[in-house]
């Protein structure tokens, strides 16, 4: 499996009133690394909308593990995974590079979603992923 990384710097205005990344701007973290993932192994997020495929997310576990704080390096992975016909996982961490901790594991699951609202993942997505 293999592991796509991204790099940020944590903004002042993405901590809350204690000094730290408020939880919910992790999200915020995780889906922009899926979505260079995405671009990176050749798959257009908004092309895929525009051709009436939504991808979309149907279930996220989040395990904080320690604290970002205003200016700290990290880096969030992204690996990908098959979980069923109709679901797709992507197992990410954020890691801060000063000293390599992992604040955060997490795993998003997700599915493709038809015009009419059924599942269907496109032909070769999977296989362009997982490569």
Same mark, same amino acid.
């Given at each position: 499996?293999?592991?796509? &990384? ?9 901590? @809350?009133?204690? $000094? *730290? ?16 993932? +995405? !671009? ?9 909308? %525009?051709? $009436?495929?939504? !991808?979309?997310?149907? %279930? ?7 604290? !970002?704080? &205003? ?17 797709? /996982?992507?197992?990410? %961490?954020?890691?801060? +590079?000063? @000293? ?6 997490? +795993?998003? *699951?997700?599915?493709? *979603?038809?015009?009419? /609202? %059924?599942?269907? *993942? ?6 362009? +992923?997982?490569?």
């Amino acid at each position: 499996m293999s592991v796509f &990384s991204v790099e940020f710097k944590v903004r002042d205005y993405e901590c @809350d009133m204690q $000094g *730290i990344v408020n939880n919910g701007v992790y999200f915020n973290y995780l889906e922009h690394a899926r979505h260079e993932f +995405l !671009l990176a192994k050749g798959v257009d997020f908004a092309q895929l909308a %525009r051709d $009436g495929v939504n !991808l979309v997310v149907v %279930r996220s576990e989040m395990d904080y593990k320690a604290s !970002l704080t &205003s200016g700290d390096r990290f880096v969030v992975t992204v690996a990908f995974e098959a979980v069923s016909r109709v679901r797709f /996982g992507f197992r990410q %961490r954020v890691v801060r +590079l000063a @000293d390599d901790k992992v604040v955060l594991e997490g +795993l998003v *699951i997700g599915t493709a *979603i038809n015009e009419r /609202g %059924r599942p269907a *993942i496109p032909d070769t997505f999977v296989e362009r +992923l997982a490569g």
